[in-house]
């Protein structure tokens, strides 16, 4: 291991916000790349996906934590775990909220659960092109009663102020050499991204029971100059979830890996083999074994 710097940062960054609001959005501009997918279908960021943005003097993991879910969903008391899971690893919070929609019930739930936590809090309102200046200026007011330590209000998609906005995270990031050895963080974003393509595929391909019990994991990733080799299983709880999946004669499944080849081979420039297997193991959910295996903590 590299000797750092005394002067070198490394910390924890919780993206917290309600669905849609523009957290993905974030993390790409900091790390330069569509590595979260940005999408408006809120469910499809389920995973605490980590971005990790490393520089010279510094590396920030970003911990791209899922939003509230409606009450039908399952898993939306996971997800609230997760969500106190990563405040209590943070060392920063952002929480990002859209000022034309800005103040939900749903936000004002979050900015209670904020409110509690120890951990220093920044906040982006986010979506002020959607807003005249003055509308933006009172949801800026009412976010000034809270206990933020920074507000910003910007538009992610539109405004230049990545720069900014790293140098401001840089404050609340303490003296550590890096969580995770940069010469190995260089494949880990590209693998979560491929995980996170196909389980949006298979989101995209049945909307309701199947996704929320799938996780998607990256067995192969062989990079070659003109073509890249993947192989991904994709693990079910019950059998029954299996035969849906894989659709008759295979052509679910088939469509599934076609859509993800293609949403790949237009990141990535080369051409692209998938290949997905559809495994079973039963009530993997509620196993705290299994969820440590599929990277959830
Ligand atoms: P997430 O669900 O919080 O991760 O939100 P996303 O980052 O996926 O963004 C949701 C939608 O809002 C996408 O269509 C984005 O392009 C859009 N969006 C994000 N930031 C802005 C912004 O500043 N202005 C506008 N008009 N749209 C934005
Ligand atoms: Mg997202």
Not at 46 to 70: A, C, N, W
Not at 195 to 223: G, H, L
Request: glycine share 4%.
């Amino acid at each position: 291991m590299t000797d750092y710097s005394p002067k070198y940062k490394s910390g924890f960054v919780a993206v917290i916000g309600k669905p849609n609001v523009g957290k993905s959005t974030f993390m790409n501009r900091m790390l330069g790349e569509k590595l979260s997918i940005v999408s408006p279908k809120p469910q499809t960021t389920r995973h605490q996906i980590k971005g990790i943005l490393s520089g010279e003097d510094h590396q920030i993991v970003f911990l791209d934590t899922p939003g509230f879910l409606e009450p039908r969903y399952e898993l939306q008391q996971k997800m609230m775990d997760y969500i106190k899971i990563s405040l209590k690893d943070a060392d920063l919070l952002v929480f990002i909220t859209d000022a034309h929609r800005f103040p939900t019930d749903y936000d004002l739930q979050m900015l209670e659960l904020i409110a509690k936590t120890p951990v220093p809090a920044i906040a982006i309102l986010n979506k002020i092109d959607l807003v005249v200046p003055e509308i933006a200026e009172k949801k800026l007011q009412l976010l000034k009663k809270e206990s933020f330590l920074e507000l910003h209000s910007v538009s992610l998609l539109h405004d230049s102020t990545t720069t900014s906005l790293i140098q401001n995270i840089l404050k609340y990031i303490p003296y550590n050499p890096p969580y995770y050895n940069p010469d190995e963080v260089s494949d880990l974003p590209i693998k979560f991204f491929v995980q996170e393509i196909i389980r949006e595929k298979i989101f995209i391909a049945f909307r309701d029971e199947i996704p929320y019990c799938s996780t998607v994991v990256v067995e192969v990733y062989n990079d070659f100059p003109n073509k890249v080799d993947i192989a991904a299983n994709i693990w079910l709880e019950r059998k029954t979830q299996k035969i849906i999946i894989i659709g008759k004669g295979g052509e679910k499944i088939k469509a599934i890996r076609i859509a993800a080849e293609k949403e790949i081979h237009k990141i990535l420039g080369k051409r692209v083999k998938l290949q997905l297997w559809v495994k079973v193991k039963s009530d993997w959910r509620n196993k705290k074994n299994a969820l440590k295996e599929f990277g959830y903590k």
